[in-house]
């Protein structure tokens, strides 16, 4: 492997980085799906056509039909909807928790952080699947309990990454310089912890993205509720599974979907961790 | 110092251990059905399954059941599968070990072709692997796990035949069980046809794990790399030679290190008890599978033992994580 | 220039890692698996040393038949044990097992059975009368080594009614029942009631589950908990030893797996493939596709308890705007027959009269609703576990009803939430089936019954007619004369009819799966998911 390329960074900011504006050309497009639904695709989502069954990709369903007849394209736009509001909801809130608890336990440090770490631990080796179950079977199997559900499993991910940066962040020379000249708190992690954790939380965000999407198709992959009466992408892929060989499209489309949606919002948050980092808002 | 350190970790494991046992008590109590319910629907009538619970100790107030779990539990006792009348000493030693090795391999495949792909992708000058590295990164992380399973099974099983569908050796094969460890327990009696069998069918789940999780590993190394190659060093870099230039390229990835001894130290915990889509799809007999079965079936002991076994390796794990950090990177003291 | 180079071999390789990751997506699945001949496969068999798979959707982590371990440990058991009698699912005959030959007496209360010489158990052992006794008191007396909690298993094959069993002499077992029972023959071919080793017993305690020694064709080699089953033709089977070699039988949690497998040459023989894969496998050279015989009944329970469901007019007008031909199209893919009633078409008494009322009528379904005085829409939840053909059911039948005027809200659960809701009594409508585990029509019929099988998804004990339902139930065993019997069953279809607790969707013709590279398989009995294997030969 050759490392000792000139200066490639250097080199590298000055090129356009074709990714993030690929990423959000797709994005914009399922944003757009989302909104306009209705006026994309004559059929309604949940209209059953036994005798329309399985029917392979054509000019009247372009992505083919299902079990029941139902146009898998208008299944899949519609339920851009869903994947939105599920993916982003759960991300979110676990960012905010995660995030906040481990910039806490890494910077306070000694016991609090101690404390923290562990429950962190507790956590984590209780398994999400007898949490979905716990949530789904006392408030049934709607989206904001399965939200919930995978906004608690994703938490201590969160919360171990940000404080390892955080330590480490802390380590660092100009922190320790800002402390001697008398720096405190809340303005230290404003100051300094904030925008050198945001570019591997970004990162960290979106590859979480994926991991939610993931989640809520696994989750009902292992016939733990998920409402099927709303159209889900990743309820549409665990359902395709045991179709791979006789109808693939049925799960292949919202796959790829899902599999698209997520590349698009990582290289988006590639471009945006661009933009955030502090090292390149001394170069500008 | 950092004996102190290790030994104040330590103290807390009793904690954590307990705290997940009692949360995982609790959880089971709460959500509806019980190990006897699921079958008593059909298969027996109500004098037979109140009997069963009597004998299971169910019928007893909450707090008794409790504190007979607690008391067995610090007795080393993870007591016995309620729907089976199996020990679970027994099923952790046959779900464990199959686990453990998947998890192993897996976070081999994924570090290696992770942090590779990682650094490749930082380092390089060619935009079009740059774009390469990272799309296939993200690819694997987005495609449903289940998806990638079973895609490769219908790939490399059934239209290629290079590899078994399922299971943990072929039907048929002979081997003697001594750890359950089955790489070990082959080369010990030197059943080498047992052992190729095994590694045979151990290459599609170890990569579709490893494969999915290098897509992390991936991301996190160029991006703490690229941190590091874009603050000063870089400066200090161009004003040396290139011997310079390569110890700057070191310093980087001992950055990246970090982060992904995090990650890799969190993955094998959850995969310890997280990998039940891979096991299920491999037909793998693995502890995520014994787990999620218990739960399905509210068999309380086999629940609780599970987790409290998975949390115990969990934490150790994270704690061989933490110790790690100053040993790579000697800035990072214990705190 | 060494940039250049590197440019163009990445170049190169993104074209190349483009083209495999669309492969791995649009074309794998579309591509056909690699030609195999049935001789071909045959040889591979051979060549294993005569290794049949058999693909069990679950395995369970014990083989104790006093507990339910699920379908993949009943495989297991109906391999390596073998009750007193044999139930024949296609005559619904009693048939001659370790019993050579039984005599009831005219009172309907003792039997007695004559064993049959020189059969052992895999551990050498002779199976002896006291043998025999031995397997059937250890799971209610809880002072046997082997005794663990809660072995309910025994219920099922009578033992609550049993006043006596003993043995004779070494060849001669009786028992004595309380009251007549016209299923307990069959009942004795239940996994529950075949004899194990006493020698075993003694030697491996409460752990004999996971170590079992019986007498049937096969013996147990190795078992690993909710893993596999592998087990050995054994030489000493009363019944010669079976042709196949080595018979195992393994979970296989995924259905695509299944289907991976089968196609693979790695699994020749199963019941839990997807049913969407018959078609194409219809013209395989190497997979083979019976279809089964209508053992099971899939219905759908309304709680008698709860307010809603509680009328009979609610019910009636579910039963009326459920469309069965979709859902036997969309749901199992033409694996289903229109459903009657409470019995299946195998069973004693069956009665195809009551098709004309188990159907769709929207017209009888507005007339219900109006008549029930609730006013549309009107809210109703559906629960069901969320696995196998249920979700597609559920859609289907939401669908259905939300046509006529309820607004139906979907429950799928985990089948430990399923059961635990409908044990609280708090479930509307749950989805659920009932097998063929014995070719008796007493076997269905007393899941109506209020004392034995009370609550569940009906909490039929809350109706007005129960005593009378179990007057008919308690007189279907009561009486031998099958004529009788028959008019009896009869009347327990009309009753559940008419009180509609349970809507009949439909009766599961379930696809039986094997490598071409097999002959003689029992397709007809193993639909009901009562599989031995013991007769089957390599093609």
């Known amino acids: ?284 | 110092m950092s004996l102190r350190y290790v030994l104040e970790r330590l103290i807390w494991l009793p904690v954590v251990l307990w705290a997940a046992a009692t949360l995982t008590f609790l959880a089971l109590r709460i959500v509806p059905g019980n190990p006897i319910q699921s079958v008593a629907n059909q298969m027996l009538d109500r004098a037979a399954m109140e009997r069963a619970l009597s004998e299971w100790g169910l019928d007893r107030p909450i707090h008794e059941q409790y504190a007979a779990f607690m008391s067995s539990l610090v007795r080393g006792d993870f007591g016995v599968s309620m729907s089976s009348g199996v020990p679970l000493s027994r099923l952790l030693f046959e779900r464990l070990p199959p686990t453990i090795e998947l998890a192993l391999v897996a976070l081999v495949i994924s570090t290696v072709i992770g942090v590779i792909a990682g650094v490749i992708s930082a380092a390089t000058r060619s935009r079009w692997l740059d774009y390469s590295v990272r799309t296939f990164a993200v690819l694997g992380v987005s495609i449903p796990w289940f998806w990638i399973a079973i895609v490769m099974i219908v790939i490399f099983s059934v239209n290629l035949g290079w590899a078994p569908v399922s299971g943990r050796i072929r039907a048929g094969i002979a081997y003697e069980t001594i750890t359950n460890f089955m790489i070990i327990d082959c080369i010990i009696t030197g059943n080498w046809t047992a052992l190729g069998s095994f590694l045979q069918h151990l290459t599609l789940p170890a990569l579709a794990i490893g494969l999915t999780s290098a897509g992390f590993v991936a991301r996190l190394t160029r991006s703490a790399m690229l941190d590091v190659l874009r603050v000063d060093y870089v400066r200090t870099a161009r004003s040396k030679g290139l011997r310079e230039r390569r110890v700057v390229y070191w310093h980087a990835l001992r950055n990246a290190i970090i982060p992904v001894i995090t990650l890799q130290g969190l993955q094998f915990g959850a995969l310890l008890g997280g990998a039940v889509v891979t096991e299920r799809v491999f037909s793998w007999p693995g502890v995520g599978r014994l787990l999620l079965d218990g739960i399905l079936r509210r068999d309380y002991p086999v629940v609780q033992g599970t987790i409290i076994v998975v949390a115990f390796i969990y934490v150790l794990m994270n704690l061989i994580v933490d110790l790690l950090y100053p040993l790579v990177d000697p800035r990072l003291r214990y705190r | 220039m060494a940039h250049r180079n590197q440019q163009r071999i990445s170049r190169r390789q993104l074209l190349q890692s483009g083209v495999s990751a669309a492969g791995l997506f649009a074309l794998a699945p579309l591509a056909k698996a690699a030609k195999m001949t049935p001789q071909a496969l045959a040889a591979a068999a051979q060549a294993n040393g005569g290794v049949l798979v058999f693909a069990a959707e679950s395995m369970g982590e014990t083989l104790e038949p006093g507990l339910w371990n699920g379908f993949g440990s009943i495989h297991v058991t109906d391999n390596i044990g073998e009750g007193l009698i044999r139930s024949n699912f296609v005559s619904g005959e009693p048939m001659p097992g370790l019993a050579q030959s039984w005599t009831i007496s005219d009172d309907g209360l003792t039997y007695t059975f004559t064993l049959r010489a020189g059969a052992t158990f895999h551990d050498g052992t002779p199976v002896t009368a006291p043998a025999v006794v031995r397997s059937f008191t250890r799971m209610t007396d809880d002072t046997d080594p082997s005794y663990i909690p809660g072995l309910y298993m025994a219920s099922s094959h009578g033992s609550t009614n049993f006043a006596s069993i003993e043995a004779l002499d070494d060849t001669t077992v009786r028992i004595v029942l309380n009251a007549p029972d016209a299923t307990q023959l069959h009942r004795l071919a239940r996994p529950s009631a075949m004899p194990i080793s006493p020698a075993a017993l003694d030697a491996f305690g409460t752990n004999v589950g996971t170590q079992m020694v019986m007498a049937g064709p096969f013996a147990l080699e190795r078992f690993v908990p909710g893993q596999e089953a592998v087990l050995r033709a054994f030489d000493g089977y009363y019944g010669g030893r079976p042709a196949v070699d080595t018979l195992v039988i393994r979970a296989y949690p995924d259905e695509a797996s299944i289907l991976a497998a089968l196609e693979a040459g790695e699994v020749q023989f199963t019941l839990y493939a997807p049913f969407t894969a018959v078609p194409r496998l219809r013209n395989s050279d190497t997979v083979a596709v019976d279809v089964g015989s209508p053992f099971v009944d899939l219905f759908l329970g309304c709680n008698c308890s709860l307010e809603l469901t509680g009328s009979r007019d609610i019910r009636y007008a579910i039963n009326y705007a459920i469309n069965r031909e979709n859902l036997i199209i969309g749901a199992l893919n033409g694996f289903g027959e229109l459903p009657s009633s409470i019995l299946s078409p195998t069973d004693l008494g069956f009665d195809d009269s009551f098709r004309a009322i188990s159907t769709q009528n929207l017209e009888l379904a507005a007339q219900h609703i109006a008549a029930s005085g609730f006013s549309t829409p009107i809210n109703i939840e559906l629960s069901y576990e969320n696995n196998r053909f249920w979700p597609l059911m559920a859609q289907l039948i939401k669908a259905d009803l939300d046509g006529v005027g309820f607004n139906v809200t979907l429950d799928p659960l985990d089948p430990g939430s399923f059961w635990g809701k409908a044990g609280d009594g708090n479930m509307q409508l749950g989805l659920n089936q009932r097998s063929t585990f014995v070719p008796d029509p007493n076997d269905k019929a007393t899941i109506l019954h209020s004392v034995t099988s009370p609550g569940a998804l009906t909490y039929h004990e809350t109706l007005a007619s129960a005593p009378q339902m179990d007057a008919l139930i308690d007189a279907g065993i009561a009486e031998q004369d099958p004529a009788a019997r028959i008019q009896i069953y009869r009347q327990i279809q009309q009753l559940a009819i008419d009180e509609m607790m349970y809507v009949y969707l439909a009766y599961l013709t379930p696809p039986v799966f094997y490598s071409r590279s097999l002959a003689n398989v029992p397709s007809d009995s193993a639909s009901s998911g009562r599989v031995n294997l013991s007769g089957v030969t390599f093609a």
């Open chain 1, 1 to 284: 492997m050759e490392l000792a390329a000139p200066l490639p960074a250097v080199k590298r900011r000055r090129q356009i980085d074709l990714l993030p504006i690929l990423g959000g050309g797709f994005f914009a497009l399922v944003i757009f799906a989302a909104v306009f639904a209705p006026f994309l695709t004559p059929y309604d989502p949940n209209k059953i056509t036994i005798t329309a069954r399985f029917q392979p990709p054509s000019l009247a369903h372009p992505f083919g039909t299902d079990d029941f007849g139902r146009d898998v394209l208008a299944r899949v736009l519609y339920g851009s909807r869903t994947i939105l509001i599920t993916g982003f909801a759960s991300v979110a809130g676990a960012l905010l928790i995660g995030g906040s608890v481990g910039v806490a336990a890494g910077f306070a440090g000694g016991r609090a952080d101690n404390v923290l770490m562990r429950l962190m631990d507790i956590m984590l080796s209780f398994p999400a699947v007898l949490l979905a179950i716990l949530i789904v079977a006392s408030l049934g199997a709607g989206l904001v309990n399965a939200i919930v559900a995978i906004i608690f499993s994703m938490i201590p991910n969160f919360a171990r990454i940000a404080r390892a940066r955080t330590i480490q962040i802390m380590e660092e020379q100009f922190i320790l310089a800002s402390r001697s000249l008398g720096g405190y708190g809340i303005w230290l992690i404003l100051r300094h912890v904030l925008p050198n954790l945001a570019p591997l939380m970004i990162v960290q965000t979106t590859a979480m993205l994926a991991v939610a999407f993931s989640l809520s198709s696994a989750l009902n992959f292992l016939g733990l509720g998920v409402d099927p009466s709303i159209p889900d992408w990743g309820l549409m892929v665990s359902d395709g599974q045991r179709l791979i060989f006789d109808a693939p499209h049925v799960g292949f489309f919202p796959g790829a979907a899902i599999t698209l949606t997520i590349l698009s919002v990582n290289f988006l948050g590639d471009g945006l961790r661009d933009r955030l980092d502090p090292a390149m808002r001394g170069a500008r």
